[in-house]
């Protein structure tokens, strides 16, 4: 016996057969008794959640659906009626808590851009589409079309950029930020990491004064300070003022999000990269981005989401997107007194969007490891 | 016996491929290369050896300029290494390396790491360019991984794919730098019959490893390094057999003997 350990041993390969996991390693109960009940501590904590959610679940149903009424011509129709929420504030004025002053018999080109909006942004999420190329073209025109469709002009209807409001500002306003700021944010970052002195430093300076400041004093500085600094008679937009602002705000923070990302890239990868005779723009643009990029994605849908709801600051300089809209309905003497139903709306307006934007970053993160990871 | 050793001698041309002139390098203050006299003639096979900090990588890394050299001169492949971009780009484009930690592309699959500089930098279209990938990743001898990703790669496959991938460029120059120190042993006998089939190709090579089997097999001569300095050079038999200086003789016997 004692012996054995001593005695050279030898096995037959492949005499191990493929035995099945043992019972509860796998599947949804076994999930359960892992995650729910593993430990006396687990136990407690579920039991605390559930009962929780007993308290507040059948409550809010009630008052946001069982209880809730939407047909009513003012807050004390909608109490006569039931004891819930009273939908028909925002019901009778979706119109304008969607579009704000926006002319009534103009809205089919709001909807419109919305619909086009959507066909731009299929290509560029969806890499496997058909006809990929030629529909990213239009991709590239589409804020051409958007612009003369909003704002009218080429025979149109011309709109005073100052009725546009309601959610499609800030959906104008956090889309244009999007779209604008990621590719200054990238050259930001790349200008941060440059060899270059002047470049680094103009980089340097532009991002901390910028991510120093709050927005809504670079939205003040938009709506009343620009007219010192541009000659007299110059008139610009408001909303376009609006628009750089919040491009130039979040293009700081993604090139820090996007710095961080070129960080994380071995040194190697450059050196291989120019190894191999590639130009500066060309390892940016094959090697290093693609890899920075993606290690960027949630820091980068992090600010994207950010910046969308601060769209809501606009109506701090008098402009009156969605927030705007709720609170002159709330003023409305039919009305007072209902903030909760307006402010819930917009929060699931908004919810829906920054949702599904974070839904997406998942999927493209999910879809771009390649396993290089072990 | 040396003749016996040195099986694959191919003729060497008198043409030079590389030459370094009295070239010197700093980091800020520290002398890492001093005074480093160099001629490799073409279809030559050299090792390079010498302790760690030795600077034997950064002397290879100045041939294709990562590292920057400050005094001196080297010309390679009749183009001199200035501050000209052109230069650099023209010197790259012939001179293919192959590092110690592979630096493959984890974002693209096995052919398309291959394929980038030949349709980037030659501007060679796709097609032509998978199909070199492909005869190349056959002549290392993982043809079947072309789709696959770095990372689902073993070591040696995945070296074998970085030496794959010079090739493509279809380089007249290859730079090792410790092309087996992050292997397993197992796998660092696949990557170096990759390398001694190229060697009796008659590929002009410089080769930092310890390797000495290699050395003995393919080198014409080694390179003996230390403190930046070159302190020895000779045919590898005479190199391995019969040392002239006493750092040689103590390096030896350390990487020989244990």
């Known amino acids: 016996m004692t012996d054995t350990a001593t005695q050279p041993r030898s096995y037959e390969p492949g005499n191990h057969p493929d035995l099945p996991p043992p019972l509860l390693t796998s599947g949804p109960l076994a999930w359960v008794k892992h995650n729910l009940f593993g430990s006396p501590l687990n136990i407690a904590l579920t039991v605390i959640s559930l009962y929780l959610l007993y308290l507040i679940v059948p409550g809010l149903l009630n008052w946001a659906i069982f209880d809730a009424v939407i047909n009513a011509g003012s807050r004390e129709e909608c109490k006569a009626i039931a004891a819930g929420a009273c939908w028909a504030l925002p019901a009778i004025r979706f119109d304008q808590f969607l579009y704000g002053f926006y002319p009534d018999h103009l809205h089919w080109r709001i909807n419109l851009t919305a619909v086009l909006f959507f066909l731009a942004l299929l290509p560029v999420l969806w890499d496997n589409a058909p006809f990929r190329k030629q529909w990213l073209i239009y991709s590239c025109i589409f804020p051409v079309i958007a612009f003369f469709l909003v704002v009218g002009g080429l025979g149109m209807e011309e709109v005073e950029t100052t009725k546009i409001g309601g959610f499609a500002l800030n959906v104008i306003i956090g889309v244009t930020g999007i779209v604008a700021s990621l590719p200054l944010g990238i050259l930001l970052a790349l200008g941060r990491r440059s060899q270059m002195p002047i470049v680094r430093t103009l980089c340097v300076m532009f991002i901390e004064f910028i991510r120093g400041v709050p927005l809504i004093t670079l939205l003040f500085v938009a709506s009343t300070m620009l007219n010192y600094f541009l000659p007299p008679g110059t008139t610009f937009d408001l909303i376009l003022r609006v628009l750089i602002m919040v491009t130039l705000f979040s293009s700081a923070y993604i090139a820090e999000v996007v710095r961080g990302g070129l960080q994380a890239i071995p040194k190697g990868q450059l050196e291989a990269a120019d190894a191999m005779g590639l130009r500066y723009w060309q390892s940016m643009r094959l090697i290093v981005l693609p890899q920075a990029l993606k290690i960027s994605i949630p820091g980068i849908v992090n600010t994207f989401v950010g910046l969308f709801k601060d769209t809501t600051l606009v109506v701090i300089i008098g402009l009156t997107d969605v927030l705007g809209v709720g609170r002159a309905s709330l003023s409305d003497s039919k009305w007072q007194g209902l903030p909760e139903e307006v402010y819930v709306f917009t929060a699931i307006l908004f919810f829906v969007c920054c949702f599904s934007m974070a839904r997406y970053s998942t999927y493209l993160e999910k879809k771009l490891h390649t396993g290089h990871k072990r | ?258």
């Open chain 2, 1 to 258: 016996m040396s003749e016996v050793a040195a099986a694959p001698q191919m003729q060497i041309s008198d043409e030079v491929a590389i030459q370094m002139i009295g070239m010197h390098k700093w980091y800020g203050e520290f002398h890492v290369l001093k005074d480093i006299n160099l001629t490799v003639n073409r279809g030559e096979r050299i090792v390079i050896c010498g302790p760690s900090g030795s600077g034997k990588s950064t002397m290879i890394r100045c041939i294709n300029r990562l590292e920057e050299h400050q005094k001196g001169k080297i010309i390679v492949d009749n183009i001199e290494l200035t501050h000209d971009v052109k230069n650099i780009a023209e010197i790259r484009r012939e001179v293919g390396m192959v590092f110690q930690h592979f630096n493959l592309f984890p974002h693209l699959t096995v052919l398309e790491n291959c394929t980038l500089a030949p349709i980037w930098v030659r501007k060679m279209p796709k097609k032509d360019a998978e199909e070199v990938a492909m005869e190349y990743l056959e002549r290392v001898k993982i043809p079947e991984q072309a789709d696959k990703y770095p990372g689902q790669l073993s070591g040696g496959q995945q070296q074998r794919v970085a030496i794959a991938r010079s090739l493509c460029m279809n380089p007249r120059i290859m730079l090792f730098d410790e092309p087996t120190s992050a292997l397993d042993p197992e796998m660092i006998s696949e990557v170096l019959d990759v390398m001694v089939s190229l060697a009796e190709s008659g590929m002009t090579m410089l080769c930092v490893t310890h390797e000495m089997g290699f050395a003995r097999k393919v080198a014409n001569r080694v390179i003996f390094m230390d403190g930046g300095e070159i302190i020895e050079e000779n045919e590898p038999e005479e190199f391995f057999n019969n040392p002239q200086s006493a750092r040689t003789q103590l390096f030896l016997s350390q990487i020989l003997h244990h």
